[in-house]
Structure formats: structure tokens, C-alpha cells
């Protein structure tokens, strides 16, 4: 059975850091695509970053500069550091894993990630 299973969310004021992890069992991701996305009350899930298996990375302009994705194949997981932090960063946060994705420019919460984890919380206040 394959398990996506985020950990690390928490509350955070302004300015801080957290690191979010995304442990794959059952699978491996190895040669995959990683995704973390994020969803707010009353809007839609959207891709933030995005590893490939070669290195290559995606960030949404909003996080770029301040959040990096980076990938442990030996150990499964994948990690956002989510550095200087604003209210806005405020989210349920999800990591997905894609078989195959071929878009550099976006990142979408669509089919082409088949396996989700049921996300960590994330809360930026002061």
C-alpha cells in the first residue's frame, strides 16, 4: 500500500522557518516527479515546487527565494525548507508524487500526481 506522510508543519511567526518532510512507503520515488502544494481556506490547491528526478526544480513565484525543495532518494522523503516566512505561507501543505511530469513552467494539483499525502498545517501569526 502506498503511504504519502507529511510531518513538520506547526505554527511559526514572521519572518521564521519550518521544515516540511514527505515520507513515501511502499513506493518509491526515486524516479519521480515530487510535488508540495498548498491549500487555504476558500482556495484551491496550488503547486508551489516541484523536484524532478535529474535535480531540476520548480518554484512558485511566491515562494521563490524563500522556500527549496530538495529530495533524500535513499531515504524516500522529500523536504521543503520554508524559509522568512509570511502570513500568507498560512496553508494545509501536501506532497504528491508523479510519474511522469513534463511541464517546467507549472506546477498543477491534476491526475498526473497520482498518490497524495493528507498534508501537514502550516500557521504563520504573530
Known amino acids: 500500500q502506498v503511504q504519502m506522510r507529511e510531518s513538520g508543519g506547526g505554527s511559526v511567526q514572521p519572518g521564521g522557518s519550518l521544515r516540511l518532510s514527505c515520507a513515501a512507503s511502499g513506493y518509491s520515488i526515486s524516479s519521480d516527479t515530487m510535488g508540495w502544494f498548498r491549500q487555504s481556506p476558500g482556495k484551491e490547491r496550488e503547486g508551489i515546487a516541484a523536484i524532478w528526478p535529474g535535480g531540476s526544480t520548480y518554484y512558485l513565484d511566491s515562494v521563490k527565494g524563500r522556500f527549496t525543495i530538495s529530495r533524500d532518494n535513499a531515504e524516500n522523503t522529500v523536504f521543503l525548507q520554508m524559509n522568512a516566512v509570511k502570513p500568507e505561507d498560512t496553508a494545509m501543505y501536501y506532497c504528491?508524487?508523479?510519474?511522469?511530469?513534463?511541464?517546467?513552467?507549472?506546477?498543477?494539483?491534476?491526475?498526473?500526481?497520482?498518490?497524495w499525502g493528507q498534508g501537514t498545517q502550516v500557521t504563520v501569526s504573530s
Open positions: 504528491a508524487v508523479a510519474e511522469v511530469y513534463d511541464d517546467p513552467w507549472t506546477i498543477e494539483p491534476g491526475p498526473d500526481f497520482g498518490y
